[in-house]
């Protein structure tokens, strides 16, 4: 997390962007293989660049017509985001750090170099299981509700602890627009 990102308890209204992340995107449900894997990659590749990143994020969303929490999470789908304070700049930086990391067995060629901006987000510090997480987006909807705002983009998770800690903090951010 960078040092001006300072998670609320409650819901606050923010602009993000742009932030340069090293990015795989896939499907699948959290901690799936596919997933796993991309997440290994996304390390992988960052470890062979030398730059500092993290902490790792998850955008999703689903393509059903359903809420997304209703929609199996086999077909969830995903961006999962290293942020890189210190991007490459040099030409070619990605290709290198890809190639010296092949020999890991990560599936490296899937990482990309990717910018994302938001914007006007809604963010709220969930503190506890993934399972949960539904409590903290329904007081981020009526937030918004409240607000006159509307979804504007996939949701978008920041992971302030590893996946596997048993009592996970987790940001949680919905890009926003008027209604």
């Not at 689903?62 to 199996?72: C, G, I, S």
Request: proline content about 10%.
């Amino acid at each position: 997390m960078t040092p001006a990102m300072t998670p609320a308890t409650t819901p606050t209204i923010v602009t993000r962007g742009p932030v340069t992340c090293l990015s795989v995107t896939g499907m699948g449900e959290p901690d799936g293989g596919e997933h796993s894997a991309a997440v290994r990659a996304l390390y992988t590749v960052a470890a062979a660049l030398g730059a500092g990143a993290g902490p790792l994020e998850g955008q999703w969303w689903a393509e059903d017509d359903r809420p997304a929490l209703q929609v199996p999470r086999e077909q969830w789908r995903w961006h999962m985001l290293l942020p890189l304070p210190d991007a490459p700049r040099q030409e070619g930086a990605l290709e290198r750090a890809r190639e010296q990391s092949r020999p890991s067995g990560a599936a490296v060629d899937r990482v990309r170099l990717t910018v994302v901006t938001e914007g006007q987000c809604v963010e709220l510090l969930h503190e506890g299981p993934f399972s949960e997480e539904h409590l903290s987006l329904k007081i981020m909807e009526e937030f918004m509700a409240e607000r006159g705002l509307t979804v504007n983009g996939p949701h978008h998770e920041i992971y302030l602890t590893a996946l596997d800690d048993p009592a996970p903090r987790t940001l949680l951010r919905q890009p926003v627009r008027p209604a």
